[in-house]
């Protein structure tokens, strides 16, 4: 099966050595974008973004450096550049060699600047949440800018590795740029609760990071079948048959947990 996540507003910029990056299929359009982005000023990220005067400096200062061919030492793998909790829960730079290259073929990250990108890609430090209403020849948000390709090449991913079933362990932001009529694939989204005195909760940063691990899960095990989910135990969940659906399987953790 194909699992699908979210990248990371925080990186991790230190070198990763022994590790050869492949290239992103979607590098013209992620200089594009950066393109288009260095028209902005700080002030403008910083709107665009939400974000602080001092990020919006630091993120100007990274589109206009941005470059079409970076040198190896300005690019790090995406899924050991990503630091944010999804990739606490991962933890890429752990898998051993086997695992990586299984992951190679059946992960991948959804961006609002690459588009899609495999766990061994070559990324330039940015920011850019697939959620900006960033203006381009093509709408006025990266929504209108990547249309359906994303989804296509999900289907075309999924076709080479000979599978039919994506599960969807990223976030509403980013799978909402997947477009639905355009992919071909079951689509199975498993839900990760809280225990808490009031009933189960879904809590954002817990939920992340068990994303993650559940990515995991998937490429340490070679899981193909969609009914192995429910072995998925790391952490503490545990699966709730009584409260899943054949394509929303449910997890519970304890409070104590």
Not at 20 to 35: C, I, K, M, N, R
Not at 93 to 107: G, I, K, N, S, V
Not at 130 to 148: N, P, V
Not at 199 to 213: D, E, H, L, N, T
């Amino acid at each position: 099966m194909l699992v699908v996540i979210s990248p990371a507003k925080r990186l991790d910029l230190t070198p990763a050595p022994g590790i050869t990056p492949t290239a992103p299929d979607f590098q013209q359009d992620a200089v594009h974008l950066a393109q288009v982005a260095q028209g902005l000023s700080p002030d403008d990220l910083s709107k665009l973004m939400g974000i602080s005067d001092k990020l919006a400096r630091l993120n100007a200062d990274r589109f206009k450096s941005f470059a079409a061919d970076p040198a190896p030492e300005d690019v790090k793998p995406a899924a050991l550049a990503f630091d944010g909790d999804t990739y606490a829960g991962l933890e890429a730079a752990t898998l051993d060699e086997d695992a990586l290259r299984y992951a190679q073929d059946h992960l991948r990250i959804l961006s609002g600047l690459y588009g899609v990108l495999r766990p061994l890609d070559a990324i330039q430090p940015y920011r850019l949440e697939m959620g900006s209403k960033l203006a381009t020849e093509k709408g006025k948000s990266l929504y209108e800018y990547w249309g359906d390709r994303l989804a296509k090449a999900l289907n075309g991913t999924a076709a080479v590795a000979g599978t039919d079933v994506l599960v969807n362990c990223a976030s509403q932001e980013y799978f909402g740029a997947v477009k639905p009529e355009a992919l071909t694939l079951r689509v199975i989204t498993p839900v990760f609760f809280e225990e808490r005195p009031s009933g189960p909760k879904i809590v954002s940063f817990y939920a992340k990071k068990v994303r993650g691990a559940m990515a995991r899960f998937i490429v340490e095990r070679r899981v193909t079948d969609p009914a192995a989910l429910a072995e998925f135990d790391t952490g503490g969940y545990r699966y709730m048959p009584e409260h899943s659906e054949p394509d929303r399987p449910v997890f519970l953790r304890g409070e104590a947990a």
